[in-house]
């Protein structure tokens, strides 16, 4: 498989695309050179997987692409629509893996109430609309300040979520990455990095896919 991105296009219908989009519109435009790449990978004899967050700005393209691709869904919210787009890429007939992340970027410390919340939703409506994979992601935006182990939480949780998740639903996740990921056996760690990342809500304003706390520090 071969994840050739195409994601966040800022950039898309100005400069050199501006004229192309505005006569054609970007969501055409943006289509047709993703089949270009998708033709490219296919004609290699390997299967393209692409993050779908710009065809799921124009969803009346979604049933036009090829069967034998895997979207990424992707969303680092709590709330992030996992149901919606998940139930629209599976209506299509698409291989799709839910994205969901860590939340240990643009954070000192994470962010533990968001990341349990959108790991949970997106095993939730994965398994709902038939997704065929679980990738949980883990960045490093402006600086990659956060160190390793912020994001042990998420991957431990998404992980449970992702293998079963009726039984790890109610998981007590400090205490299992105190076990698993620290080797600490009282659960004192755990319950440590748990609470840290819960330190930025504490300042009331919470806002997208990051902390002010971190804003703060950044500024």
């Known amino acids: 498989m071969i994840n050739v991105g195409c994601d966040e296009t800022f950039d898309l219908g100005v400069g050199r695309s501006q ?3 505005e006569r054609r519109g970007k969501g055409r435009v943006y289509l047709d050179f993703l089949l270009k790449i998708y033709e ?3 004609s ?3 299967q393209m997987q692409f993050w779908g967050d710009i065809v799921m700005e124009h969803p009346e393209l979604v049933t036009e692409l090829p069967q034998d691709l895997i979207a990424l869904e992707w969303g680092y919210e709590a709330k992030h629509p996992f149901d919606d787009h998940g139930a629209k890429f599976a209506q299509a007939g698409l291989q799709f893996y839910v994205c969901p992340g860590t939340s240990s970027w643009n954070s000192i410390a ?3 109430h968001n990341a349990l919340g959108n790991l949970l939703n997106a095993a939730e409506n994965g398994l709902k609309h ?3 994979g679980y ?3 883990d960045w490093g935006d402006n600086g990659h300040w956060q160190v390793l182990p912020v994001s042990y939480l998420g991957f431990a949780a998404g992980a449970a979520y992702a293998w079963a998740l009726e039984a790890n639903r109610a998981l007590d996740v ?3 990455v105190s076990q698993h990921a620290f080797q600490d056996s009282t659960g004192s760690l755990g319950r440590a990095a748990y609470d840290l990342g819960n330190v930025y809500r504490s300042v009331g304003v919470e806002p997208h896919n990051s902390s002010e706390i971190f804003w703060a520090m950044a500024a």
């Open 19 to 21: 004229a192309e989009c």
């Open 40 to 42: 490219a990978i296919k």
């Open 44 to 46: 290699r004899g390997r």
């Open 110 to 112: 994470g962010r533990t």
């Open 130 to 132: 038939g997704a065929s």
């Open 135 to 137: 990738l949980i992601t």
């Open 174 to 176: 400090a205490r299992a």
